[in-house]
T-cell receptor, first 116, second 114 residues
Framework: DSGVTQTPKHLITATGQRVTLRCSPR?????VYWYQQSLDQGLQFLIQ???????AKGNILERFSAQQFPDLHSELNLSSLELGDSALYFC???????????????FGEGSWLTVV | AQTVTQSQPEMSVQEAETVTLSCTYD???????LFWYKQPPSRQMILVIR??????QNATENRFSVNFQKAAKSFSLKISDSQLGDTAMYFC???????????FGQGTTLQVKP
């Protein structure tokens, strides 16, 4: 158990809909990351938050948005869903951005999203 | 562009034997971190081992060790005394210091045979 908690574990929804994925980082971790794993794109970095502020942005679509709340949990919002958005979405966290400990990223179990 | 390449899509090994998974990366950075993650059929991403680029000593975690060759930009994973539970996809990952982005290789599927 990495200590990173994600809900829901599985989600099936229709095209055009909107979903929210939730993540609680490991205790004490300030950084939260979101990654997408799909069959054709592999593991892709979406976005990072550090202590409530956006720190880095990757291949995140405009239909997707995220935020990190004062209690450090994070949500990834996916809207106007398309079939191609079906994937495993990982949340991950790390400590302060220093040294090997701060740069080691621990992953949650992922949220399976199926768009039908 | 920073890239990570795992040239072995699939590998197999007999239980109790040793296997080495290859990984090369391309970067102009001098300070960075390297990782191996394991993804079993449950799809959870599990950290196996990590290495700081400025440390020449190869990291070791129980049956797992790495061969880090900075000049060659190579970071291979050796699994000793392979166990059935080691069956998984293994991802090599690169992270520049101070950035939030892990760059993953394509993965190597390892099957441990009884």
């Amino acid at each position: 158990d990495s200590g990173v908690t994600q809900t829901p574990k599985h989600l099936i929804t229709a095209t055009g809909q909107r979903v929210t994925l939730r993540c609680s980082p490991r205790s004490g971790d300030l950084s939260v990351y979101w990654y997408q794993q799909s069959l054709d794109q592999g593991l892709q970095f979406l976005i990072q938050y550090y202590n409530g502020e956006e720190r880095a942005k990757g291949n995140i679509l405009e239909r997707f948005s995220a935020q990190q709340f004062p209690d450090l949990h994070s949500e990834l919002n996916l809207s106007s869903l398309e079939l191609g958005d079906s994937a495993l979405y990982f949340c991950a966290s790390s400590q302060r951005d220093r040294g090997i400990a701060g740069n080691t990223i621990y992953f949650g179990e992922g949220s399976w999203l199926t768009v039908v | 562009a920073q890239t990570v390449t795992q040239s072995q899509p699939e590998m197999s090994v007999q239980e109790a034997e040793t296997v080495t998974l290859s990984c090369t990366y391309d970067t102009s950075e001098n300070n960075y971190y390297l990782f191996w993650y394991k993804q079993p059929p449950s799809r959870q991403m599990i950290l196996v081992i990590r290495q700081e680029a400025y440390k020449q000593q190869n990291a070791t975690e129980n049956r797992f060790s790495v061969n880090f060759q900075k000049a060659a930009k190579s970071f291979s994973l050796k699994i000793s005394d392979s166990q059935l539970g080691d069956t998984a996809m293994y991802f090599c990952a690169f992270k520049p210091r101070g950035t939030g982005k892990l760059i993953f290789g394509q993965g190597t599927t390892l099957q441990v045979k009884p």
